[in-house]
């Protein structure tokens, strides 16, 4: 198998099949403009509460603001309650989402009181009852992300994924992980390969991709159709450009300093576009922060960013960071 092969996630047909995973504080609407003008097939949003939308709150509406630049968007829900998850995806629907992801792997201990997130995996009914709630409303493209199952003792990735397709989803995202793992330990990509051959409907791999040849090893390995890539995206939206120049047999193009501190500016506008006024060093920092990693004094530079008291500081310190560099 090539790892050229085309995603169809119903009748959204991807490229190559190289998603962005949803990521809660990270992939806001600036972060997934970089990350598609790097060439990723699929953006998601960050997990967005049901509850919230159907409430009507604010701060839930704000994490669901789009651009067209990034289209096509998936935005990802969680929730437990199937009439209220689906009440939300037909909001979600109506505002523009082209695909609804749905968040049954969250093991953070928020999600998981209100019954959401990974707690689902300790009822695949219920997947299913919610799965086929969503499906009854909405028709545009309609996936599961989720983890292997709850704990090590608990592994029911196959009884879950089949209760995702008898649903009526068109495809689901796996992070071979249990819940109770968390991050620790490494991604068990056999996992994957085990659900392929389970269901019909397309899997896409997630889980510890964070050098370009590792899109096309995962591929091979698993026979995934698609594969999602999070943490390594952080900083390093070259890693999707890079991967595609493998899969066409190119040279794969290394980001000069210069461009790094290109497209760390371009970020940074875009981060303080989607604030609208508010100011938020913390994440203005992380963000920078991003983009030194693994470069040479980049710790000098995480403690001259921590004693920065504004915006325009922290620009400054960076650029004269990758100035450093560039000599
Ligand atoms: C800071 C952070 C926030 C995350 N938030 C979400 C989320 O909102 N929804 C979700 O399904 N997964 C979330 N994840 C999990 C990622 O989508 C992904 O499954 C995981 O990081 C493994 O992929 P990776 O090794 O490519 O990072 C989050 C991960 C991180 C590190």
């Known amino acids: 198998?090539?790892?050229?092969?085309?995603?169809?996630?119903?009748?959204?047909?991807?490229?190559?099949?190289?998603?962005?995973?949803?990521?809660?504080?990270?992939?806001?609407?600036?972060?997934?403009?970089?990350?598609?003008?790097?060439?990723?097939?699929?953006?998601t949003s960050e997990m967005v509460s049901a509850e919230g939308l159907v409430r009507n709150r604010a701060s839930?509406?704000?994490?669901?603001?789009?651009?067209?630049?990034?289209?096509?968007?998936?935005?990802?829900?969680?929730?437990?309650?199937?009439?209220?998850?689906?009440?939300?995806?037909?909001?979600?629907?109506d505002e523009g989402a082209d695909v609804i992801d749905l968040n049954m792997g969250c093991p953070v201990p928020k999600v998981l009181r209100q019954g959401a997130g990974a707690q689902l995996l300790r009822e695949p009914k219920k997947i299913k009852e919610i799965v086929e709630a969503v499906r009854r409303v909405v028709s545009i493209p309609l996936t599961v992300k989720t983890r292997?199952?709850?704990?090590?003792?608990?592994?029911?990735?196959?009884?879950?994924?089949?209760?995702?397709?008898?649903?009526?989803?068109?495809?689901?995202?796996?992070?071979?992980?249990?819940?109770?793992?968390?991050?620790?330990g490494k991604a068990d990509w056999y996992v994957i390969s085990q659900v392929k051959q389970t269901v019909t409907i397309p899997v896409i791999g997630n889980g510890d991709v964070t050098r370009p040849e590792q899109v096309s090893e995962m591929k091979q390995l698993t026979g995934c159709n698609g594969v999602m890539i999070g943490r390594g995206a952080m900083g390093n939206p070259w890693l999707f450009k890079q991967a595609k120049e493998l899969a066409r047999g190119e040279r794969v193009s290394i980001p000069s300093v210069r461009e790094r501190l290109e497209i760390m500016g371009r970020h940074l506008d875009l981060y303080k576009e989607s604030l609208a006024g508010r100011q938020n060093l913390s994440g203005i920092r992380s963000r920078l922060m991003w983009y030194s990693k693994g470069l040479r004094g980049s710790a000098r530079l995480r403690a001259s960013l921590s004693g920065c008291r504004d915006w325009e500081t922290m620009i400054k310190v960076?650029?004269?960071?990758?100035?450093?560099l560039e000599e």
């Open 148 to 184: 292997s199952g709850w704990s090590k003792s608990q592994i029911n990735i196959l009884e879950v994924a089949r209760a995702v397709e008898d649903g009526g989803a068109d495809a689901i995202t796996i992070h071979p992980r249990t819940a109770k793992q968390g991050f620790s």
């Open 60 to 93: 839930t509406r704000f994490l669901i603001n789009s651009h067209r630049e990034e289209k096509p968007l998936s935005i990802q829900l969680f929730g437990s309650e199937p009439s209220v998850i689906s009440e939300a995806a037909c909001i979600v629907a």
């Open 1 to 43: 198998m090539t790892s050229r092969t085309k995603l169809k996630i119903g009748d959204l047909e991807l490229d190559e099949g190289l998603i962005l995973a949803p990521m809660a504080g990270i992939t806001d609407l600036s972060f997934r403009r970089i990350i598609k003008s790097f060439g990723a097939d699929l953006v």
């Open 318 to 324: 960076c650029e004269d960071f990758f100035a450093t």
